[in-house]
């Protein structure tokens, strides 16, 4: 893992932009079919849902609990409900594309707190720092495990990952847990994430921190022992954590880290990127199951990935309609298109790619 400060890479400029054409076209597409950028009717409504079914589901098994079966299901279906709401509500949000207004953005994104993450660590984390270098070993923290696992050809190659295609399964269903409890706090105090110094903190900020952190505790801990017993309650939060540990991680690495998406290093001694921004981001990511409604509507959109990362302004909603412009635009600056036709394809395109990372690379 990387723990010293280092330069970022710069980005060249081209003198045919793709990323310019790519916003002349799909601004002219949204113009066009007079279509407003951000969230519609389809997605204010299906927030309701997920918020409503979050409530509900809460206040049932801690205050009516049902019996251990379907108490079971609940838990793992309430794991469901977090990654559902962090990928349709908060993700939106936090890139500002959920509403045409700033206070309903802001308060769309801090449906994180509600889960127990800190809003500004992610915001730090995923929008300026994962959104700009994707795939960048040392700056993308999306991509540093440490030694647990490895995610990029660069990174160091330990015994342990002679089998990380068959262990990564724990290592995602933990990953929810491992952040509230670890991974917001060391990015709290050692002020770093990964390699990338953290952005001063408000006093305000500092405040909400802790204060969502005294409330995940009070709600999520405290209570719910209360009213279950200890031992109802740690199997149930473990349930619930693994379920939205396993689909928060699947869904975000079927993006970037499969067989067919590049890991580019920077030129030096220019610290400069091979590729144009666009470019890059095309490289780097992938779409999954771009057919099926049924995922694109519990994942957000994210299963058209492509298109977020050249367009995360854009809410969600819009993606299937932009992805032909993409592609055509993808066509024309021969350039791939990377794409996955299901879920699984994109799960064996993962497991591909890091079994490839299982062996030591060849110099």
Not at 236 to 262: K, M, N, P
Request: charged fraction near 15%; proline fraction near 4%.
């Amino acid at each position: 893992m990387h723990n010293q400060t280092i330069a970022t890479p710069k980005f060249p400029v081209s003198t045919k932009s793709l990323h310019a054409e790519l916003k002349r076209r799909v601004n002219e597409y949204l113009e066009s079919q007079n279509i407003r950028a951000t969230g519609n009717s389809k997605l204010f409504s299906k927030a309701i849902i997920l918020i409503s079914l979050f409530v509900v589901t809460y206040v049932h098994l801690v205050f009516f609990t049902p019996p251990v079966f379907f108490a079971v299901i609940e838990c793992i279906f309430f794991g469901a409900l977090i990654a559902s709401i962090g990928f349709n509500v908060m993700h939106d949000g936090s890139h500002g594309s959920f509403s045409k207004h700033p206070w309903l953005n802001k308060l769309a994104a801090s449906s994180i707190s509600v889960l127990g993450a800190s809003r500004f660590m992610w915001s730090m984390k995923h929008v300026t720092i994962h959104h700009t270098y994707t795939n960048i070993d040392g700056v993308d923290d999306d991509i540093e495990v440490g030694m647990l696992m490895r995610m990029a050809p660069t990174q160091k190659h330990y015994l342990m990952h002679r089998f990380q295609h068959i262990y990564f399964w724990v290592l995602y269903m933990l990953l929810y847990i491992f952040w509230l409890f670890y991974t917001d706090y060391k990015k709290y105090f050692s002020r770093m994430i990964g390699s990338v110094p953290l952005k001063k903190m408000t006093i305000a900020e500092h405040i909400e921190f802790w204060l969502v952190k005294i409330y995940h505790a009070a709600v999520f801990i405290v209570l719910p022992i209360y009213m279950v017993g200890f031992t109802s309650w740690l199997v149930g939060f473990l349930l619930i954590g693994c379920a939205a540990g396993l689909i928060l991680s699947i869904v975000f690495q079927l993006a970037h880290t499969v067989s067919d998406t590049e890991f580019p290093v920077a030129i030096q001694p220019e610290n400069r990127m091979p590729d144009e921004f666009a470019a890059h981001q095309i490289h780097t990511t992938a779409n999954f199951a771009t057919k099926s409604k049924l995922v694109s509507w519990l994942v957000g959109g994210l299963n058209f990935q492509i298109e977020h990362h050249l367009f995360p302004k854009i809410s969600h909603v819009h993606y299937p309609a932009i992805s032909k412009i993409v592609k055509e635009a993808c066509a024309d600056f021969k350039l791939k298109y990377i794409e996955y036709p299901t879920v699984l394809s994109a799960i064996k395109a993962h497991v591909a790619h890091l079994k490839s990372l299982s062996k030591p690379s060849i110099a």
